[in-house]
T-cell receptor, first 113, second 111 residues
Framework: GAGVSQSPSNKVTEKGKDVELRCDPI?????LYWYRQSLGQGLEFLIY????????KSGLPSDRFSAERTGGSVSTLTIQRTQQEDSAVYLC???????????FGSGTRLTVV | QKEVEQNSGPLSVPEGAIASLNCTYS??????FFWYRQYSGKSPELIMF????GDKEDGRFTAQLNKASQYVSLLIRDSQPSDSATYLC???????????FGKGTLLTVNP
């Protein structure tokens, strides 16, 4: 596609439920990133995928968070047993050459009630 | 010390003035530097990148980099109300595979 596509754009879930967030990067972009932005906070790195290499999961805040990237394209971020502190905007970005920066998707606003 | 630091603002300037946004970073191995603009409720969009010491100009925007001082800035000339947004500084550190972001500076341009 022309840009990074994320779905859903908004998600309200009950505490304790599992959620899946989807990211479809720009075609041909080999690097894919997930970040989280809480209200009034900066962008927090979560996970990085590069081609067929093992992902860098160093930013995942707990073992309730996991992500996968299938076929080097679409990625899914899964949050199990959601907590209220998981409420944030989850942003996906992709890049071809890092020195040119990322392109971000429009984000998924997750609200845990 | 935080990896990328920005004054949170808000920075308020009148329309037509020069807005100056500043950023410092801690990793001396950092190689690439970016400025993103984020409107309220929207995702960040890339507006400038710079790799070498000195100035880089693009229209009304000028990025300035001083690696010795570990300092990068963004100047916006002839500021417009449409420039009102949060400006995020981002750095590719020595790890060379991801951007680390500052918390951003909120800029308000008053008509």
């Amino acid at each position: 596609g022309a840009g990074v596509s994320q779905s859903p754009s908004n998600k309200v879930t009950e505490k304790g439920k599992d959620v899946e967030l989807r990211c479809d990067p720009i075609s041909g972009h080999t690097a894919l990133y997930w970040y989280r932005q809480s209200l009034g906070q900066g962008l927090e790195f979560l996970i990085y995928f590069q081609g067929n290499s093992a992902p860098d999961k160093s930013g995942l805040p707990s073992d309730r968070f996991s992500a996968e990237r299938t076929g080097g394209s679409v990625s899914t971020l899964t949050i199990q047993r959601t907590q209220q502190e998981d409420s944030a905007v989850y942003l996906c970005a992709s890049s071809l050459v890092l020195n040119y920066g990322y392109t971000f998707g429009s984000g998924t606003r997750l609200t845990v009630v | 010390q935080k990896e990328v630091e920005q004054n949170s603002g808000p920075l308020s300037v009148p329309e037509g003035a020069i807005a100056s946004l500043n950023c410092t970073y801690s990793d001396r191995g950092s190689q690439s530097f970016f400025w993103y603009r984020q409107y309220s409720g929207k995702s960040p969009e890339l507006i400038m990148f710079i790799y070498s010491n000195g100035d880089k100009e693009d229209g009304r925007f000028t990025a300035q980099l001083n690696k010795a001082s570990q300092y990068v800035s963004l100047l916006i000339r002839d500021s417009q109300p449409s420039d009102s947004a949060t400006y995020l500084c981002a750095v590719v550190g020595g790890s060379n595979y991801k951007l680390t972001f500052g918390k951003g500076t909120l800029l308000t341009v008053n008509p």
